[in-house]
């Protein structure tokens, strides 16, 4: 008796809830409320869908709205595709709905993406639609949709088995990652490539760069005030340029390696040779990648006017072989964690035949950003700072003899760290490590650009 009591209770209280919801107005002074007013999406590449964007819908009026219709002004041309609480604007139908309620004092969800045709244009090309809410009364109320549509090059599992030349001024995706074979020469100039989360390039012959950015291929926010673009670990799981065993000759020049997922540029261990440089870089930039920006294992390898950057394993590591530094920057002010690397490490698993910085600048967060790790004291342990600012306690033992006219940084100094430069932005992710003029540094390191 009791169990029917209150089920009969929980139904009459139903019918009474549900009589009260059936209640619909078509007066024209009731009106829809938006969480937005405009759905304004991320560049997207042209063919390629974007991210699932939404927005509520409310009724803070006494009674249910009925919507005769929800629909793209444009119908199927745009390539706008929206669900509305669960129904989705059939783009075969005109790209309409209709028969949707919103209760009083209730709400529903709009889910929307974008995906578009080639626009035939080198630059992104804007795109934008209405999508128009007709209330049962006959007043219509509008969200403005609107995104940027870029056409590009895609470009899958690449193998570069012969001299191939990669130009291009549209963008260049790589999905599956890019492979130089053996005796190969790639030259890529000119040229932005943005990786699909995946492998980067993996050289077993010869790399060319020129004027050549290596980026992530997510244009969208993680937040409004940062985009993927300034998050770690966004392409080359293990590295985002290989340099392998049979490779030599390398060259970049003004290349920019930004947000790789474990190695910026690593140089695998090859029989050394110290009349054949096997990678020269050149006014580059490696910055806010997730494991060492640069990596030198028993290779010889120059770094001239480069910027290594926020790195979470460390900007720069060596391990036996002969690496020159002149005129660089590296700047371990990595934002996403607390372990990090050292700005600059240097060891002789394999002979050290000799690590030269000249006119560089080493400094970062830690009080110590320099470590010098004589592992194997049987193998050849050689290198000298010249000209240098390095973070790290004053050597005063034997060992001085390596360091000559070296700016010797504590965190006790009036200009430290961030301070030698003209911008660490550590909200917003935004770096200009050019020197500031009050840091005593002038005319040492990297004399680059802003990172955005």
């Known amino acids: 008796m009791i169990r029917r009591t209150f089920f009969f209770l929980a139904s009459l209280l139903a019918l009474v809830a549900c009589s009260d919801d059936d ?42 709205i009925r919507l005769q219709s929800v629909r793209l002004k444009q119908g199927n041309q745009t390539g706008f595709r929206v669900n509305v609480d669960g129904t989705y604007l059939d783009n075969t139908l005109g790209s309409v709905a209709g028969d949707l309620e919103v209760r ?46 870029w056409d590009a090059v895609f470009m899958r599992d690449v193998v570069v088995s012969r001299d191939s030349v990669i130009e291009s001024d549209k963008p260049v995706v790589i999905y599956g990652g890019l492979k130089v074979e053996q005796g190969a020469t790639l030259t890529i100039r000119h040229t932005t490539l943005y990786f699909h989360d995946g492998p980067g390039i993996e050289v077993f012959g010869r790399l060319l760069t020129d004027s050549v950015i290596l980026r992530g291929d997510r244009l969208d926010h993680m937040f409004d005030y940062l985009p993927y673009d300034r998050v770690s670990g966004q392409w080359g799981k293990d590295y985002g340029i290989a340099f ?40 580059c930039v490696v910055h806010n990648c997730t494991g060492v920006g640069f990596a030198s294992i028993n290779s010889h390898v120059r770094l001239t006017d480069c910027l290594i950057s926020n790195t979470l394993g460390g900007c720069v590591a060596v391990n036996g072989g002969q690496v020159d530094i002149k005129r660089c920057t590296l700047a371990q002010f990595y934002p996403f964690s607390a372990m990090r690397g050292a700005s600059l490490t240097f060891l002789n698993e394999s002979p050290l035949y000799g690590l030269t910085c000249d006119s560089v600048i080493v400094t970062g967060y830690d009080a ?22 390095l973070r790290t306690p004053r050597v005063e033992t034997a060992d001085s003899v390596h360091f000559s006219k070296v700016i010797w940084e504590t965190p006790k100094d009036s200009v430290q760290g961030k301070q030698h430069f003209r911008l660490v932005d550590e909200t917003n992710l935004i770096y200009d490590f050019r020197l500031d003029s009050i840091s005593p540094a002038q005319g040492l390191g990297w004399q680059g650009r802003e990172i955005r």
């Open 104 to 149: 009083k004092d209730d709400s529903i969800r709009v889910f929307v993406e974008l995906t578009t045709p080639e626009n035939g244009q080198p630059e992104p090309k804007l795109i934008q639609d209405l999508l128009v809410f007709r209330l049962e009364s006959g007043v219509e109320q509008s969200i403005v949709l609107q995104g940027y549509s």
């Open 244 to 283: 392998r065993e049979t490779s030599t000759g390398n060259v970049l020049r003004s290349t920019e390696i930004r947000n790789a997922g474990a190695y910026g540029v690593v140089c695998d261990s090859a029989a050394y040779d110290a009349g054949m440089l096997r990678l020269d870089m050149q006014q």
């Open 368 to 389: 110590d950003e320099v470590m010098g790790i004589q592992s194997d004291t049987t193998q050849v342990f050689e290198y000298q700072f010249l000209n240098t600012l």
């Open 23 to 64: 209640t619909f107005t078509t007066s024209t002074s009731a009106r829809l409320t938006f969480s937005t007013d405009s759905v304004k999406m991320d560049t997207i590449f042209s063919t390629i869908g974007s991210r699932t964007y939404d927005f509520w819908v409310y009724n803070q009026s006494n009674d249910g």
